[in-house]
């Protein structure tokens, strides 16, 4: 199985020369043009250019408007990144608060409230009605 791997790799190799080879081009008596590895005898032919251009290297320099483009891409880039990771960090604080209220609902049947200035003590209800909107918002805003 190797071996087949092997000879195919090999002949993809040796495939380069062979399309390297000169291409002829003419145009029979009745205007079709034909293109072909063997000229056909007494035809005019054209002989077809199959080199292709290198390929740009890494040193190839850049126009200056293109440099310019590129840094105001990278700026702009770094603008959106620091952006993401502020909204994460506000993200991350706002998850842990969350948390935290959930457990102090949890684990405190006594919590108390200010309201109008004056603190009162939630009901079961409200205690539940409040624990259940916060699993709410953690499913929906943390991870």
């Known amino acids: ?9 090999l002949l993809l190799a040796l495939c380069g020369n062979v ?11 009745q205007g079709i043009t034909h293109f072909g590895a063997q ?3 007494g035809q005019q032919v054209e002989t077809v ?5 290198p390929a740009k290297s890494a040193a190839t320099p850049q126009p200056p408007a293109q440099e310019e483009a590129d840094a105001d891409q990278s700026s702009i880039d770094r603008k959106v990144k620091q952006q ?5 960090a506000e993200r991350k604080r706002y ?4 948390r935290t209220n959930l457990a102090q609902l949890q684990n405190n049947p006594r919590v108390r409230v200010e309201d109008n200035g ?11 009605s409040r624990i259940n909107e916060t699993r709410d918002k ?3 805003n943390c991870n």
């Open 118 to 128: 004056e603190t009162r003590r939630l009901t079961e209800e409200e205690r539940q």
């Open 138 to 140: 953690i499913a929906e």
């Open 95 to 98: 998850c842990e608060s969350m």
């Open 39 to 41: 000229p056909p005898q």
């Open 49 to 53: 250019n199959t080199v292709t251009a």
């Open 19 to 29: 399309m390297a080879a000169q291409v002829y081009k003419w145009v029979d008596a």
């Open 84 to 88: 993401v990771a502020a909204q994460e």
């Open 1 to 9: 199985m190797r071996f087949r791997f092997l000879a195919g790799g």
